[in-house]
């Protein structure tokens, strides 16, 4: 069998049979430990974990889907009780050996992350605006007779359609740069005030509307890697925040404790 | 430490939105994909070339009610600006390659 790994653990946090206890659903879980470091694991078979087989599973949502709650639980659990080192989702060895062989090859990398994510946890914070706020795109079109009054809610429909239609869609143009600018003020500051309350802090994209099941628009994907201790003070920046935009239609949304992906260190191997 | 949970701090205020919710799918592979170590295995997924949106998600998609276009089109002018203003997003920093293609 070949053995897909979870993370990465201080064999002096983790024992052995404490794995017994942590939930999975590929069983059996098991601690392989190489050098000053050790490796969560359990077996799985090439002919689903394969080269081949892995990039036709990848298109499987429902398979997708499995094997990251699978793998996010493990860690969540193990991160409960001791430090982790999050491994890339699906990241397998065909042997023991090359698993070891690997560990030792990268102890030194894998003891200082384990050092340096030592007491802390990730956080995902995200803001979203309401996107009705500068929805205009009646403007967009060409106008057509009778929906000019509409447009232009200043003053009465004039008799020159034409400067009319240009003068809503400039006004159009201007609110939708002031809001723009509004919310990229919003945005930098909100982020400055969470990265001052964490040690490490980094912006990933935005999730597509059409992908992230919220009815508002998405203008900030923050993650942040906050110590344990200052948990509390962390969440209670989002919440002040989220006071100040009471009635603005803005949300913020926190999520965690994440294991720490994204702060991970910038050491990669190179294959070869 | 307790299970991850999104904590909608908007919740009081908005009836229709949960306080809790189960962690994302989207949020999930956010990270998965995108995070984590990649050190030398026998095996690797090589999805760093692959667009989160280009997956099989029509399911996730088909869940969501029909956005606007209007809405797709000042994300992504906001997305830029917004970007552009703190920071570069994660994927374009140079000097962090994708998964290596390790055999």
Redesign the interface.
């Known amino acids: 069998m ?1 053995l897909y ?1 979870y ?2 653990v201080d064999p002096e946090e983790v024992a052995a049979d404490q794995l017994s206890a942590v939930v999975s659903a590929r069983c059996p879980l098991e601690l392989v430990q190489a050098g000053t470091v050790a490796a969560i694991t359990s077996p799985v078979g ?1 002919d689903e ?3 081949e087989e ?1 990039r036709e599973r ?4 429902e398979w ?2 499995v094997t ?2 699978g ?2 639980g493990v860690l ?1 659990q193990v ?2 009780w001791a430090t982790v ?11 023991r050996e ?1 698993l070891c062989e ?1 560990l030792l ?2 102890e030194q990398f ?1 003891r200082e ?1 384990l050092t340096r994510l030592a007491g802390k ?2 956080w ?1 914070v995200k803001i979203y605006v309401d ?1 009705a706020r ?2 205009g ?1 009646a403007v ?1 079109d060409q106008p057509s007779d009778g929906d000019l009054a509409e447009d232009d809610a200043e003053g009465p429909a004039s008799d020159k359609p034409g400067a009319d239609y240009m003068r809503a869609r400039r006004r159009h143009a201007e609110q ?1 740069e002031e809001t ?2 509004a ?3 919003m ?2 500051e909100a ?1 400055a005030r969470l990265s001052a309350v964490a040690v490490d802090a ?12 919220h ?1 508002g ?5 923050g993650v942040y890697l906050v110590p344990d201790e200052e948990r509390e003070g962390f ?1 209670e920046t ?2 002040q925040l ?1 006071r100040e935009h ?1 009635d603005d239609g803005t ?8 294991p720490p ?2 702060f ?3 050491t ?5 | 430490m307790s299970t991850p949970a999104t904590l909608t701090t908007a919740a009081r205020a908005r009836v229709s939105v949960p306080a809790a919710r189960e962690v994302t799918l989207l949020d999930l592979l956010d990270r998965l994909l995108a995070g984590g170590i990649v050190i030398q295995a026998d095996v690797t997924l090589a999805v760093a070339d692959i667009d989160l949106v280009n997956l099989s998600l029509s399911a996730l998609v088909a869940s969501v009610d029909s956005l606007g276009r209007g809405l797709q089109r000042s994300s992504r002018e906001l997305e830029a600006g917004v970007l552009g203003a703190i920071d570069r997003p994660r994927g374009e920093r140079p000097g962090r390659p994708g998964a290596p293609e390790a055999r």
């Open positions: 070949a790994v993370g990465i090439l974990f394969g080269e892995l990848v298109e499987d949502l997708l889907e990251a709650r793998h996010e969540e991160q409960q080192v999050p491994m890339r989702l699906c990241t397998v060895y065909r042997t090359s690997t090859r990268q894998l992350a946890a990730e995902g996107s500068d929805d795109a967009e939708v723009a600018l919310v990229q003020e945005c930098a982020h980094e912006l990933s994209r935005p999730q597509p509307p059409e992908l992230s099941q009815p628009e998405m203008v900030l994907n969440a989002v919440l989220q009471a949300e913020f949304e926190l999520t965690g404790p994440w992906y994204n991970i260190g910038e990669f191997e190179v294959a070869g």
